[in-house]
T-cell receptor, first 114, second 113 residues
């Protein structure tokens, strides 16, 4: 079974530029999550999708961050414009609908904003 | 408000000995707890979990203990192996909150040969 795929793995941009991250979850997983992990901290949930609908985006800075999951499979997370404090690893995870709490994570995208 | 806390940022242990990682939580709605292991440049991988209706769950060298009254859980790794060197995250979930995970800050474990 293929795992969660993410691209790019690394990205360096200047502040005020925009950036987009892509995630392909495990096949058949209905729920998809985006997390932000700042160095030295645990992952923090940004947004949760179930199929193509948003379940929870309470911690997403909506003035600059946006995410979509068209067709309920792949997802993109965008930051526009980026700030220095957005430097972090962005992790995508997915889980099935079958009552499990277990989430499977991709390798992450390390973003550096200069 | 940090609902899940791992108060030890790092732990060093000799190969073959026991590693004990601790985690405290404040939200009494949490009903499921998980431990994830993370190597550099990789995403976290699921290690072991425990439901709030249990007080112990064991899987090979890994055992998780839950003390609901103290809102505390711990992960025991015995015997510790050099390959166990990684960052370990405690996470908690509440069914009422849509099963989203709230993570602690992590504990970096170094197993010395």
């Amino acid at each position: 079974e293929a795992g969660v795929a993410q691209s790019p793995r690394y990205k360096i941009i200047e502040k005020r530029q925009s950036v987009a991250f892509w995630c392909n979850p495990i096949s058949g997983h209905a729920t998809l999550y985006w997390y932000q992990q700042i160095l030295g901290q645990g992952p923090k949930l940004l947004i949760q999708f179930q199929n193509n609908g948003v379940v929870d985006d309470s911690q997403l800075p909506k003035d600059r961050f946006s995410a979509e999951r068209l067709k309920g499979v792949d997802s993109t997370l965008k930051i526009q414009p980026a700030k220095l404090e957005d430097s972090a690893v962005y992790l995508c995870a997915s889980s099935s609908l079958r009552g499990t709490y277990e989430q499977y994570f991709g390798p992450g995208t390390r973003l550096t904003v200069t | 408000d940090q609902q899940v806390k791992q108060n030890s940022p790092s732990l060093s242990v000799q190969e073959g000995r026991i590693s004990i990682l601790n985690c405290d939580y404040t939200n009494s709605m949490f009903d499921y707890f998980l431990w994830y292991k993370k190597y550099p440049a990789e995403g976290p991988t699921f290690l072991i979990s425990i439901s709030s209706i249990k007080d112990k769950n064991e899987d090979g060298r890994f055992t998780v203990f839950l003390n609901k009254s103290a809102k505390h859980l711990s992960l025991h790794i015995v015997p510790s192996q050099p390959g166990d060197s990684a960052v370990y995250f405690c996470a908690a979930s509440a069914k009422a909150a849509g099963n989203k995970l709230t993570f602690g800050g992590g504990t970096r474990v170094l197993v010395k040969p």
